[in-house]
């Protein structure tokens, strides 16, 4: 329980307007580096401006004043929002200005890019999220000392890095499989570094209002003030800490004004505070003034996308991870840049919402990856996105020259050592076998010249060879006489190595009698041959030859 006995209630808004990249059909690869569909993001930006931000900042600022301290809410708006905000609605980022100066209004800090870092390199989410940090600093006076990751994606490793990085309080997802039995609506604390708070959102009652209000099918439409405070408050007893985090653009853009939700966001405050036991807070504040009840361990990355709660809106198929793991392959080479407009591309190429159009996703999670995205498939996606990064790339081989030049030695140098390592073997090979022919060479030439004794020589082959008639006699009926073709021990040793045994010898002998004794016994047999068979142990070379 906390230590005061509060009850606090956390509203939270997610504010980052995506931005579109040119068809690759309309710029020339290699030669047009300017990536940006200026006219889609600037009438985008406009659009929204007039329907959520400007009238939503108006009602929050006059809440803030009519309930007097009594009402708080927290913003966590993208680097890349900020940059849009100066660049195409300047009145907005004043409004942002003047809820900031009221003191009362926490922004959070984040990945400067809205981007996907914290699963790839830890050295390029901490370079974001400073840089994210000082962004915050310089446009809206105030340094954040809480944090959310982009699309609310936690683990316990990340939550550990954003400790190292002195943020007392992170908000995540209260995903169901993670949770299990327990809450969301307590406070907990990372399982590595038990010093940053972990604030779980409560998807059921951020859903009612991001994705159930104007659906005219839900059994609790038309949604109201007074009912959403009701289910509030029968959630007292059992709860110490309610996070409801949602899309800015929840209210005028996903919603239009003719639902009701401006009118909504006008009575919702009076009404939590009049009928339930919540305070409204800020993270920081419930940091400060709860006490977490445990750890939270969360193993693998969740975050707060479609039904599975975890990353395969950003990683879910081949096309994604192909195209994640090529651009931060490139992350050494643009952190030896100077170039800044090379870094501002850099900057934007990692947005999340590049990888979340290439999701191939069905059924309601199908939807509202449609809802949100140019393109006519995942693959049209996918190809543009590869066709910008690739464009990227030659810009940074020329950047860098020397870099690609290195490499391209490297590689040769590579290709150069194997070759003399394979040289250096066939050429061992090749000593090795003049070394044998040299050996083998005067015992053959010897054998030659010496004479053949009878204990030296052995049968090898029998071939059957005809009898031809003298002058003056008749013609002899058909038969066979046997030829052996003798080899000399000298020569078998010369070649083996090895001088045949008394085995090899007698064996000889015997198919010679054998030979003899077909002669005799059969003369009407046209072709006889006698093959002897000499295993695998025997050290003689067999080669067939006729006499």
Request: hydrophobic fraction near 35%.
């Amino acid at each position: 329980m906390s230590s005061n006995g509060k009850k606090a209630i956390c509203f939270y808004f997610q504010v980052h307007q995506p931005f579109r990249l040119k068809r690759y059909r309309f710029f020339d690869l290699g030669h047009d580096h300017y990536y940006y569909d200026d006219y889609s993001n600037e009438s985008i930006m406009r659009k929204i401006a007039g329907k959520c931000y400007l009238p939503a900042n108006k009602i929050l600022l006059d809440l803030i004043e009519k309930h007097k301290g009594k009402f708080k809410v927290t913003f966590s708006i993208t680097g890349i929002a900020i940059n849009q905000f100066r660049l195409y609605a300047p009145e907005v980022l004043e409004s942002f200005r003047k809820l900031a100066d009221t003191g009362l209004v926490e922004f959070l800090a984040e990945t400067n890019a809205h981007s996907l870092a914290s699963l790839k390199s830890r050295s390029e989410f901490e370079f974001q999220v400073n840089q994210h940090r000082e962004m915050v600093k310089k446009h809206l006076g105030v340094e954040p000392t809480s944090f959310r990751n982009t699309e609310l994606i936690y683990s316990d490793e990340i939550g550990s890095w954003v400790a190292d990085l002195g943020y007392k309080a992170i908000l995540t997802e209260g995903a169901k499989h993670i949770l299990g039995w327990k809450s969301p609506n307590y406070l907990y604390c990372n399982a590595i570094n038990p010093r940053l708070k972990v604030l779980l959102r409560n998807f059921v009652l951020s859903d009612d209002i991001a994705f159930r209000f104007s659906n005219k099918d839900w059994i609790a439409w038309p949604l109201t003030a007074d009912k959403y405070a009701g289910w509030i408050n029968k959630l007292a007893p059992a709860s110490e800490l309610l996070n409801i985090f949602l899309d800015y653009e929840t209210f005028g853009e996903h919603n239009w004004k003719e639902s009701g939700i401006f009118d909504f966001l006008q009575h919702m405050p009076g009404a939590i505070l009049k009928k339930t036991p919540f305070k409204f807070m800020t993270p920081s504040e419930v940091a400060d003034k709860l006490l977490p009840v445990s750890a939270i361990n969360i193993q693998n990355p969740i975050s707060w996308a479609d039904e599975e709660r975890d990353i395969t809106a950003w990683l879910g198929n081949e096309l994604q991870a192909a195209a994640l793991e090529k651009l931060y392959s490139l992350s050494r080479k643009v952190n030896k840049c100077e170039d800044d407009q090379l870094k501002k591309d850099w900057e934007y190429l990692q947005s999340s919402d590049h990888f979340y159009y290439m999701a191939t996703k069905f059924f309601s999670d199908g939807a509202v990856h449609a809802y949100f995205n140019p393109y006519e498939s995942p693959y049209d996606a996918f190809m543009n996105y590869m066709n910008v990064l690739s464009d990227f790339e030659i810009r940074l081989r020329h950047a860098f020259p020397d870099t690609a030049e290195q490499d391209q030695i490297y590689r040769l140098g590579t290709q150069v050592i194997e070759k003399d390592m394979l040289i250096e073997k066939q050429t061992e090979e090749i000593e090795k076998l003049r070394k044998k022919l040299a050996r083998v060479k005067p015992a053959v030439k010897s054998a030659v010249k010496k004479p053949l004794k009878e204990s030296e020589i052995i049968i090898e082959w029998d071939k059957p060879v005809k009898k031809t008639a003298k002058k003056g006699e008749k013609k002899p009926a058909a038969e066979s006489k046997v030829a052996t073709k003798k080899k000399s021990v000298r020569e078998v040793k010369a070649v083996t190595g090895e001088k045949p045994g008394k085995a090899v010898t007698k064996a000889a002998k015997s198919v010679t009698k054998a030979a003899k004794t077909i002669k005799k016994t059969s003369p009407s047999i046209k072709k006889t041959g006698v093959k002897k068979e000499i295993t695998k142990s025997t050290p003689v070379r067999r080669r067939k030859k006729s006499v």
